[in-house]
């Protein structure tokens, strides 16, 4: 008998409970509605207000910051948080990212992910 997908059970990774958006809601910085409005946004216009809102609670300067030089940290760590959310375990996000072994632990250990999906951390907060 051939095995279709409703056959399989849904496996539930170590991953499981990694999620931005639960995070950003526990958090209360996000919405239902907010999220709503977000997605019709692409990745440069939320880029571009992100950084224009920034400069303007800043008095419309932002000398002296160098985010052109660390925009590939801040890119490298959206994309690993993306990762772990989406995907079921860390070995699955590594293949996702197209990563060796030693890069994906290299990339964990310098980024830290996750204390950022720590439930605990959330409670008390």
């Avoid at 990694?18 to 910085?29: A, D, F, H, I, Q």
């Avoid at 030089?69 to 590594?94: F, G, N, P, T, W």
């Avoid at 990212?97 to 409670?123: H, Q, T, V």
């Amino acid at each position: 008998m051939k095995e279709t997908w409703k056959n399989k059970k849904y496996f539930q990774g170590t991953n499981k409970n990694y999620s931005v958006s639960k995070v950003l809601r526990e958090n209360k910085k996000v919405t239902d509605e907010f999220e709503a409005i977000f997605n019709n946004l692409n990745l440069e216009e939320v880029i571009a207000l992100k950084l224009e809102l920034a400069a303007k609670s800043s008095g419309s300067k932002m000398y002296g910051i160098p985010i052109y030089k660390y925009l590939d940290l801040i890119v490298k760590d959206a994309i690993i948080k993306y990762a772990l959310s989406s995907c079921h375990s860390k070995a699955e996000a590594q293949n996702f990212l197209g990563l060796s072994s030693r890069d994906w632990m290299e990339l964990l250990k310098g980024f830290n992910p996750d204390p950022y999906f720590d439930e605990e951390k959330l409670e008390d907060s």
